[in-house]
């Protein structure tokens, strides 16, 4: 009788164990670093220190350990930047988890660094256009939660994450680009063809809700892609004291390289699709953790309370107060690997190609592409880690791609196969693999 009950207490312990690592929570980040890298203006190397910047975000984030964290205006004309804030407000103080993302050379990136602990980058995918006579990027990132039971759920929670910045200024032309701008943005969650976790962050300089640019977004043409704002502060924010707790900007009332006028616009936002606000497939947001990091409500129309601020310890104040004019913004998510949409493997068309597989695959997995014409193909499959486990390059001159890779000496499991052409994603899938 002992002998049974000690059985079954390990059973137990195993599923609350099971169940426990099959859940988790994301904190995303939004922040606009307010020229990282960059002598523009009234910022130098004096007034809007790189070093400094760095001892100010790194205080912020190890008070609020993002797993996605998304920037505005960071120096993109290289990574230099991109790197040196990694290395040093970031990955400091025996943190090594952090990674940054790639980016098109830009003159500001707007781009994520992300907890690699918990996150795996799926692909990066760029929206560029031309505004001013400049070429400008937006870019989304496409993101997989790294649980240590995909291999028993048979199943990636996909979250993507699109960064933007919109063009700045209380001005009708400038309305007008905003709008084009949200616009491009819609159309590229449009060409995803379904619903999904997407989320939409970054520095809108939008003055009202009613701006044909935050329209674009919690109003589309297409409902299926509707975004909602989690805060439920939709409203004329604009120097209106009763909005006060989801003001963003500015932090200062005067100041070299900041921009002035005190703490009266809601500038920055993290928006969400009803997948994630309803928890339909694997992600969730949880409830009232949306908020702008340090806005107690104290400091409407004047500079950012660092002395009794009752939102975050003094020294996040002052971080804040002396890395940007700018709040970030913050929301959490849960994530649930035991709930969502199943596992569906199928075969499919995808930007001008056929691939057809064995799925499951044994012992050998039999590819074949086929072409709407000859390209040069990169075939990857990856675990679903994110580990490269095959490569291949091939310069099709027909309308016919056979492949046979052995899968033999592979662990049973789910993996992931993708072909590029041209530095593009053409064609994405999941393989099972069963031995």
Same mark, same amino acid.
């Given at each position: 009788? &002992?002998? &049974? #009950?000690? %059985?079954?207490?390990?059973?137990?312990?195993?599923f609350i164990g099971f169940n426990l690592n099959a859940q988790d929570t994301i904190k995303v980040m939004h922040y606009n670093l307010l020229y990282y890298g960059k002598t523009v203006y009234d910022c130098t190397s004096t007034t809007n220190n790189r070093d400094e #910047?760095? !001892? *100010? /975000? #790194?205080? =912020? =984030?190890q $008070?609020? #350990? @993002?797993? %996605?964290f998304s920037v505005n205006e960071l120096d993109g004309e290289s990574d230099a930047d991109a790197k040196y804030l990694l290395d040093n407000a970031l990955n400091v103080d025996g943190v090594t988890s952090y990674?940054?993302? !790639?980016f098109p050379e830009t003159y500001l990136a707007n781009t994520i660094f992300y907890n690699v602990n918990k996150l795996v980058l799926k692909r990066n995918n760029p929206i560029s256009y031309i505004l001013g006579g400049y070429k400008k990027f937006f870019n989304v990132f496409q993101f997989y939660f790294n649980s240590d039971n995909l291999e028993v759920t048979n199943d990636t929670a996909f979250i993507y994450c699109a960064v933007t910045h919109l063009k700045a200024g209380n001005d009708p032309n400038y309305e007008l680009q905003r709008a084009y701008e949200t616009s491009l943005i819609m159309d590229y969650f449009e060409t995803l063809g379904q619903k999904g976790n997407y989320m939409i962050m970054g520095d809108f300089n939008v003055y009202t809700p009613t701006e044909t640019c935050f329209q674009n977004l919690i109003n589309p043409d297409n409902s299926l892609y509707t975004f909602y704002d989690p805060a439920d502060q939709i409203g004329e924010w604009s120097s209106n004291y009763n909005y006060r707790f989801v003001h963003t900007q500015s932090t200062h009332i005067t100041g070299d390289c900041f921009s002035g006028g005190g703490m009266d616009d809601r500038f920055d936002f993290i928006l969400a699709s009803d997948y994630i606000m309803n928890g339909t497939n694997h992600f969730e947001y949880i409830t009232d953790s949306y908020?702008?990091?340090?806005?107690?409500? +104290? +400091? $409407?129309?004047?500079s950012l309370n660092i002395t009794s601020n009752s939102a975050v310890p003094n020294n996040v104040a002052n971080a804040l107060y002396n890395m940007s004019d700018h709040l970030p913004v913050y929301l959490e998510l849960k994530?649930?690997?035991?709930?969502? !949409? @199943?596992l569906i493997i199928s075969d499919s068309k995808t930007k001008g190609i056929k691939v057809f597989y064995n799925n499951p695959a044994s012992e050998v997995l039999n590819l074949q592409i086929l072409p709407e014409q000859p390209n040069e193909f990169k075939i990857e499959i990856f675990t679903i880690k994110g580990e490269k486990i095959f490569e291949y390059d091939i310069v099709n001159k027909s309308n =016919?791609?056979?492949? *046979? %890779? +052995?899968?033999?000496? /592979? @662990?049973?499991? =789910? $993996? /992931?196969?993708n072909i590029t052409s041209q530095k593009e994603f053409i064609y994405s899938s999941k393989i099972l693999i069963q031995n």
């Open positions: 009788m &002992f002998k &049974f #009950k000690s %059985i079954c207490c390990v059973i137990i312990l195993f #910047k760095n !001892e *100010n /975000l #790194k205080t =912020i =984030i $008070y609020v #350990k @993002p797993d %996605i990674r940054k993302t !790639e908020k702008a990091i340090g806005q107690d409500g +104290s +400091s $409407y129309n004047g994530v649930d690997q035991n709930r969502g !949409e @199943p =016919i791609i056979n492949l *046979n %890779i +052995s899968v033999l000496d /592979l @662990p049973n499991g =789910i $993996y /992931l196969l």
